[in-house]
């Protein structure tokens, strides 16, 4: 095994390296595309205050783009040769250039390393949550469109309260996708700033050009003092989950609703057979298990902040606890990314029963519009509210779409202020994230 650290004629016990290591290298090879990048950038600022020549330079930038090339293609595996994706790093660049590769890490350590290469991925993975949250709002906005004044019972409780429309709750959608695709975007602010060149956490003896690096990769700007920035591991790890969150709790409720309005109790909607499964037992059976694992995919999430949070009850500076917050960081962000990548096709292919859910509109749930009405006319609300409780039979000849035409509060069912739904969306689109 391949050990940075190993100063020659230290015994290594394989059982404690066993655990030390644990899954890191399995976690490292998603990180390993974005730790060469940095190692390209850390590369060039070398350059740039002369601890490297040109040709050093030139070769080293070669053998790490072909090392990247090599590991996409399957011809370099990230193995147990290895303690972690950073030593296979230094140790192909030794391997196929000597010392230009032994000069590689100077001003860097394996700390700010892991600290690049995380901010690079929760950086890819902010871009695409913001990208997925905007594709499910479009999705959600053209089905407001095309079933705006359809109308659904709206529940409290769990029980059917007043009059709706699918355009109202599809909306509601809309607008929660977009809120959270902000809180993306938010995060991704946190996120967007160069912690290479902080090496272990108090800096180097070296000019570093630290702004030239992080300009390289993209980055907005630095995280400034080393101290704060090797803090902020694990933290800027719960901001993103937090974003994750924030969508996979609207993703929750969706399939929540779904999952009550496809049972044949309710039989409002029908979602595509593709998201569904049948049973190894009855044969009359299907299954909307894509609609209950979306359900559930919150709870990754959730898992991964609490681990992520329980190991961070530490002093300043680097301590390998931290090295248990990257599997779950990971593991929740792909899960996250693969659950939202469903929603934007579950929601265009939803099949309303617009009769079923017209019948369930029965005449007790028009009593607060007539309550309202009365108020309306002088009649001070409670008393409007009594009476109206001794009067339901009476609001029998009422229809559903007289009480969604009647809905004019902003927000409302005859107010769904779609345009303005579409126009927000519109500027997220126009302004990258």
Request: charged share 25%; net charge negative; hydrophobic share 45%.
């Given at each position: ?131 997925e949250l905007r594709a ?203 659950a939202l990548d469903l ?91």
């Amino acid at each position: 095994m391949t050990l940075l650290w190993d100063k020659g004629g230290s015994a290594v016990d394989e059982r404690v390296q066993r655990f030390l290591a644990g899954d890191d290298l399995l976690y490292d090879k998603k990180l390993f595309l974005y730790d060469v990048a940095a190692s390209r950038a850390h590369v060039d600022g070398l350059r740039r205050i002369a601890l490297l020549s040109d040709a050093e330079t030139a070769a080293l930038d070669g053998a790490l783009t072909q090392l990247a090339d090599d590991f996409i293609a399957g011809r370099f595996a990230l193995d147990a040769r290895y303690e972690d994706g950073h030593s296979a790093i230094e140790a192909f660049l030794v391997e196929k250039l000597g010392d230009a590769g032994r000069k590689v890490h100077t001003g860097r350590s394996r700390n700010d390393q892991v600290l690049v290469a995380l901010r690079l991925f929760e950086r890819d993975a902010l871009t695409a949550l913001d990208a997925e949250l905007r594709a499910s709002a479009r999705a959600a906005l053209d089905r407001a469109r095309a079933d705006e004044n359809a109308p659904l019972p709206g529940y409290t409780h769990l029980q059917r309260a007043v009059p709706s429309s699918v355009g109202t709750w599809m909306a509601g959608f809309v607008e929660s996708f977009l809120d959270d695709a902000e809180w993306a975007r938010a995060a991704l602010r946190h996120v967007d700033r160069s912690p290479l060149g902080t090496a272990a956490g108090y800096g180097v003896n070296l000019p570093l050009d630290r702004a030239a690096v992080a300009a390289r990769l993209g980055f907005r700007a630095l995280a400034w003092n080393p101290v704060a920035a090797h803090n902020g591991r694990g933290k800027l790890e719960l901001v993103v989950l937090g974003a994750f969150g924030q969508a996979l709790l609207d993703v929750r409720r969706l399939a929540w609703d779904l999952s009550l309005f496809s049972t044949a109790e309710f039989a409002f909607v029908r979602v595509a057979d593709r998201f569904s499964t049948g049973s190894s037992i009855m044969p009359n059976k299907r299954n909307p298990d894509a609609v209950e694992l979306l359900r559930a995919a919150y709870a990754t999430c959730a898992g991964a902040e609490a681990e992520i949070a329980s190991a961070l009850s530490l002093p300043s500076g680097y301590h390998r606890d931290l090295q248990a917050t990257k599997g779950p960081l990971v593991r929740a962000v792909e899960h996250g990314l693969l659950a939202l990548d469903l929603l934007p096709e579950l929601i265009r292919t939803l099949e309303w029963d617009r009769d079923r859910m017209r019948a369930a509109i029965t005449p007790d749930l028009f009593a607060t519009d007539r309550a309202v009405e009365l108020a309306r006319a002088g009649v001070p609300f409670r008393t409007a509210y009594r009476q109206v409780a001794d009067e339901l039979p009476s609001l029998a000849m009422r229809s559903p779409e007289e009480s969604l035409a009647a809905r004019v509060s902003p927000g409302a069912c005859a107010d769904l202020g779609l345009d303005r739904l579409a126009g927000r969306l519109a500027l997220l689109d126009n302004e990258p994230p």
